[in-house]
């Protein structure tokens, strides 16, 4: 079975920073393209970030750019998102996701789904 599990979410100020992690189980974690989604209140779930399984090459949503990074340690099984300069509009619940190509899991075809961590970023 597998499973996705994000933690480090929580309440900060804007400008500051959090990392979020997901631990991966019953996959084969070093094929797959690994992924964050996030959805606030009222809001469609968006993409924010991808790296392929090899590290080679990683994509984010034009709105974190420059403020976002994504990677990932196939030996243990996690992929990371580092935020920094958060903003109140980065306000969501974060979603660890997996799928078989950096295309599909922009494009939203996910395979696997975390339950997701919650982000808040005060003013």
């Known amino acids: 079975q597998v499973q996705l599990a994000e933690s480090g979410g929580g309440l900060v100020q804007a400008g500051g920073s959090l990392r979020l992690s997901c631990a991966a189980s019953?996959?084969?974690?070093?094929?797959?393209?690994l992924g964050w989604f996030r959805q606030a209140p009222g809001k469609e779930r968006e993409f924010v970030a991808a790296?392929?399984?090899?590290?080679?090459?990683?994509q984010y949503a034009d709105s974190v750019k420059g403020r976002f990074t994504i990677s990932r340690d196939n030996a243990k099984n996690t992929v990371y998102l580092q935020m920094n300069s958060l903003k109140p509009e980065d306000t969501a619940v974060y979603s660890c996701?997996?799928?078989?190509?950096?295309?599909?899991?922009?494009?939203?075809?996910?395979?696997?789904w975390g339950q997701g961590t919650q982000v808040t970023v005060s003013s």
């Open positions: 996701a997996a799928g078989l190509s950096l295309y599909n899991v922009v494009r939203n075809r996910i395979d696997y």
């Open positions: 019953g996959v084969t974690f070093s094929m797959a393209t």
């Open positions: 790296i392929e399984w090899n590290v080679s090459n990683r």
